[in-house]
Each structure stands twice: as C-alpha cells, then as structure tokens.
C-alpha cells in the first residue's frame, strides 16, 4: 500500500509517525509517546537519588526527643557524612524524614512555611493533631513520585501545648508513603536502619525517664542501627561527626550541642569496649 494516500502524521511508520508529529520540544515526552519502555525505570531513577536513612524519635517525662543520622548514601555509595535530617517544624514540633533526600528536604521546608502560613493566615496555631494531619495532605500530594521510586516517610514529633499533662504532652506520629498518619506510642524509627533502632528503643526506654536520659537512649539506638545498618552512620569520633539530636518541651525546642554528644557517645563507646557483645 502507497503512503501516498495518507497525510500528515499518519503518513509515517513506526516511531518515523511520532517524530514527525506538531507538539512539544521536549525530548521525554516524545519518549513517553513513540517507545515509553525506554524510558528510566523508577529502580534507576531510586538508585541515582542520595537517601537518607535511619531516624529515631521517645518521648520522655515533660517532651519528645528526636535523633537522626547523618549519612545519604547513593546505591552502595556514601553520597554525604554530615546530612541533617532532623529540624524543628515550629516553636513545638519536630520533623525529620527518612527516603530520597533531595525531595526530602524540599516537604520539610515546604511544611515549614505551611505551618507559618497559616499562623500568619489564622491569627493562631494549629492543633499537635491538626499539624501531623497537614502533613499527611502534603505526601498524598507526593504519591506520583512515591510510586516512581523517590519516596519520602517522615516522622513528626512534638510537644502538645493544649495537653492537660504537661509530663505526657510528647507526642509521636509516623506516616507511610500514601499519606497515613498513625499516633505512636513511647517510641518510634524510620529509615533502612529503623528495625534494629526500634529493637534498641525496647530495651532502653522506660517511663519517666528525663531529658538528659532519653538523648543517651537515642544515640545509643542510633549506634545500635549503624552496627548492622550500612546506610546508617554512626557517630565519627575522628571527623566530629554525631547524629543531630533535638528535644521539644514546654520550652520550646532546641538541639543537643555536639560537645554535649562528644561526651555521650565516647561513654558509649567505652561501655561497648568493655562488653564487645552488647
């Protein structure tokens, strides 16, 4: 058959018919139209992405603390060793967030500017409650990118003002890609390094314990992740590098100064010293 009689597009075979086709200059969307299986691969796209990895939040007796590692890693590569994946929301709540770290970082300054937002829109402050659930519009609003490979999990942790018990005002919430909130109790981690965090946490915390007492649990716990966790870093006694660490209570919230962590984690390597199997 003569492609004499057909005009236009319709004119050309095969991938010949799309390139000569009106429409947009963009090379990815003439991709996605003539051969869309040559395009990335979400694993691919996943894999040349920094992720960051394990975050741990407690609460303890009048707030909440939250620590995080601080490597990205890049496939087996260590893509950064100082990452800060831990920043204070507002004046009483903590966000830290755990998957691909470039859009990691953009939700947490997004959420930072929402929550100002709106107190400058409103005239007040949301709820603990109403915060953790803006936050989970936010990720639904992320789940095209989620399902291409680059997702973002939070946690969200802070000091509830409205509580009637000021010793029990810490409050935890995690999320999953598709925009779930879930109130945690005592306890909770995020990451590649979480379920060996997680299993640290259990054994270490207690109620009632203070502030100074939950900073060394979530180190610890962090220690704990980076031994049998590869994407997660552990404390660097030769380069200064510990894990961020921030408290949020009745007095807002407030990071613990590395020199305060230099003393933790060197206790902590000498008590590992001394029993090499815990």
């Given at each position: ?126 709820t603990l409650d109403g915060k953790a659930n803006r936050l989970a519009t936010m990720l639904r609003g992320n789940l095209g990118l989620a399902m291409q490979g680059l997702a973002v999990v939070p946690i969200f942790a802070g000091f509830d003002t409205a509580a009637s018990d000021a010793a029990n005002a810490g409050k935890i919430f995690s999320f999953d890609v598709a925009g779930g909130c879930y109130p945690e109790r005592y306890f909770d981690a ?89």
């Open positions: 058959m003569s492609i004499d009689r057909f005009s236009g597009a319709d004119a050309f075979p095969g991938v010949l018919r799309h390139a000569m086709a009106p429409g947009s200059s963009s090379f990815t969307e003439f991709l996605s139209a003539a051969a869309p299986e040559l395009l990335p691969k979400p694993h691919l796209v996943s894999d040349i992405a920094p992720h960051g990895t394990t975050i741990v939040a407690a609460v303890y007796d009048g707030g909440v603390v939250m620590a995080g590692d601080r490597r990205a890693t890049m496939g087996n590569l260590i893509a950064q060793r100082d990452i800060e994946k831990v920043v204070a929301a507002d004046d009483y709540t903590l966000i830290g967030a755990a998957g691909t770290a470039g859009i990691g970082i953009e939700v947490v300054r997004l959420y930072q500017v929402e929550l100002e937002h709106y107190e400058k829109i409103e005239g007040t402050q949301l995020i990451g590649s390094g979480s379920p060996f965090a997680k299993s640290s946490l259990k054994k270490r915390w207690r109620p009632g314990m203070s502030a100074d007492e939950i900073v060394r649990v979530s180190v610890e716990a962090v220690y704990d992740a980076a031994d049998d966790d590869s994407a997660t870093g552990g404390p660097d006694l030769v380069r200064q590098i510990f894990p961020v660490v921030m408290l949020a209570d009745d007095e807002g919230t407030r990071r613990v100064p590395d020199a305060d962590l230099d003393v933790i984690v060197r206790a902590i390597v000498d008590q590992r010293r001394e029993q090499p199997g815990t």
